[in-house]
């Protein structure tokens, strides 16, 4: 018949009879296997090399060193050499764009698209070989809206221009031009070569457009010039030293 445990038997090793520091002593020689676990330690316990202690203290006043003397160590003067320039960046710097005098800023748009003309008047606006001259042209100088009628639309049939008279018939020049580029040449071909009449602002040219749009496009001719168009165009008159910003050839506010 088996026997059941006795309360002494089911009680933990260190029971409340048991004294622990009589306990302890008695490990004294206990085996080595008790021994060492008696000298376990926690992992990050262990105690620290005197030697990794003392190359740490050797690292700090190096480095302390060091930096007391950064004034000249890390200085300026001792990195960098006399008369140094830095060199140019190569990100491009947003220059802002300044003020253009009317006058300027038309005339270097409109000589752009006066390339187109300058086949048959010449870069000089001088003409020949049966095409008339724009230097001291009466049309050119004139009121603006035949000018404008001439360019946009082409001329056929006879016309005199400075005493002569030209039967060719002269193509629409300006077909595809807006008003930015439509009043540029006109002002350009108005203001060189010795012509010296008023500036075309692009809300003239605006109206040019709207009136060759209303006679439908087709070619002119000079007696049409004379009877409709010999006129100025409705806007305006710019000043040729107004300052324009080069990008909407709006007038800048002059401050008060």
Request: charged share 20%; net charge negative; glycine share 12%.
């Amino acid at each position: 018949m088996a026997t059941s445990p006795s309360n002494r038997d089911l009680q933990p090793d260190l029971g409340e009879t048991i004294n622990v520091s009589e306990a302890h002593a008695a490990m004294k020689d206990a085996p080595t296997a008790v021994g060492r676990e008696k000298s376990l330690r926690e992992n990050g316990m262990e105690a620290v090399s005197l030697w990794l202690i003392l190359v740490s203290a050797v690292v700090v006043l190096v480095a302390g060193s060091v930096m007391g003397q950064g004034g000249s160590f890390f200085g300026y003067g001792e990195l960098v050499k006399d008369d140094y320039m830095r060199g140019k960046s190569p990100v491009k710097e947003e220059v802002p764009l300044q003020p253009i005098p009317a006058l300027t800023l038309l005339q270097k748009e409109g000589q752009k698209q006066y390339a187109a003309c300058a086949s048959c008047h010449q870069t000089s606006g001088a003409g020949g070989g049966g095409f008339p001259p724009l230097a001291g042209s009466e049309w050119v100088t004139g009121n603006t809206e035949q000018l404008a009628m001439i360019i946009h639309n082409g001329v056929g049939g006879p016309i005199e221009v400075a005493g002569n008279s030209y039967s060719g018939n002269m193509g629409a020049i300006g077909a595809n031009f807006g008003p930015k580029e439509l009043a540029a040449v006109m002002t350009f071909i108005r203001t060189s070569w010795g012509n010296n009449a008023s500036l075309v602002t692009p809300q003239m040219a605006e109206e040019a457009l709207k009136i060759s749009k209303a006679r439908g496009g087709s070619p002119t001719t000079a007696e049409e010039l004379k009877k409709n168009h010999d006129k100025m165009l409705p806007g305006d008159t710019l000043d040729p030293d107004t300052l324009l910003d080069p990008e909407t050839w709006e007038p800048i506010p002059v401050a008060e």
